[in-house]
């Protein structure tokens, strides 16, 4: 079902709670339907699942015996071009922020 999901047992060095986290977000939103720009009454009960689900994981990988073989494919939050992604899309939010702060004209959503 979650093919995009990334093996998080076995890495080195260990999975870090972002990725954990990530993976348990997709996993809600997998399941759900439910996207990250979703209404907050949809959206904080994905939250909180999210927060459970990599509780659990955390849990779980912390149980598990050490991996024979290392998983096949790096994760995203590993991966250069990912972390770029992200590092550009923080810019983004913290700029957006920015101009709130001033009270700024500026547009939202698509049309940004």
Do not use: Y
Request: hydrophobic share 40%; charged share 30%.
């Amino acid at each position: 079902m979650c093919r995009n999901i990334t093996t998080l047992r076995g890495l080195e060095p260990p999975a870090t709670d972002a990725e954990v986290r990530a993976a348990a977000e997709q996993f809600v939103r997998k399941v759900t339907g439910v996207q990250a720009g979703a209404a907050a009454s949809t959206r904080e009960p994905c939250e909180r699942a999210a927060a459970q689900i990599a509780a659990v994981v955390d849990a779980l990988l912390a149980e598990l015996p050490p991996r024979k073989v290392p998983p096949r494919t790096v994760p995203p939050l590993r991966r250069a071009d990912v972390q770029a992604r992200v590092a550009a899309r923080m810019r983004e939010r913290e700029e957006h922020e920015r101009l709130h702060a001033l009270g700024v004209a500026h547009t939202h959503g698509a049309g940004r």
